[in-house]
Nanobody, 121 residues
Framework: QVQLVESGGGLVQPGGSLRLSCAAS????????MAWYRQAPGKERELVAR???????VYVDSVKGRFTISRDNAKNTVSLQMNSLKPEDTAVYYC???????????????WGQGTQVTVSS
């Protein structure tokens, strides 16, 4: 039983900042890639940022220079620091992780429940 629990969403004014956090718990052997996705109403879910165990990161172009993804391998957590927020960043943000639990399948893709981020005046 693996769970991803997110926190940190909320309402913020344009230009403001928020920090999202996600903790993986349960029968975990190894957490591989961790990522943040987002989905706005009427739009497809998109990858915002991804980070490998090594620390290598990937960002969608629209957030480069504004968002920073980080992780703590010892705690199985991932965070997304969001600065200079824009109204277009408004969406439900989802934590994602590939995790090995020692089962027959080497790893599974897990999702958090999602947390709302609203950027508005």
């Amino acid at each position: 039983q693996v769970q991803l629990v997110e926190s940190g969403g909320g309402l913020v004014q344009p230009g403001g900042s928020l920090r999202l956090s996600c903790a993986a718990s349960g029968n975990i052997l190894i957490v591989y890639d961790m990522a943040w996705y987002r989905q706005a109403p009427g739009k497809e879910r998109e990858l915002v940022a991804r980070i490998a165990r090594s620390g290598t990161t990937v960002y969608v172009d629209s957030v480069k220079g504004r968002f920073t993804i980080s992780r703590d391998n010892a705690k199985n957590t991932v965070s997304l620091q969001m600065n200079s927020l824009k109204p277009e960043d408004t969406a439900v943000y989802y934590c994602n992780a590939k995790i090995s639990t020692g089962g027959v399948i080497s790893s599974w893709n897990y999702w958090g429940q999602g947390t709302q981020v609203t950027v508005s005046s």
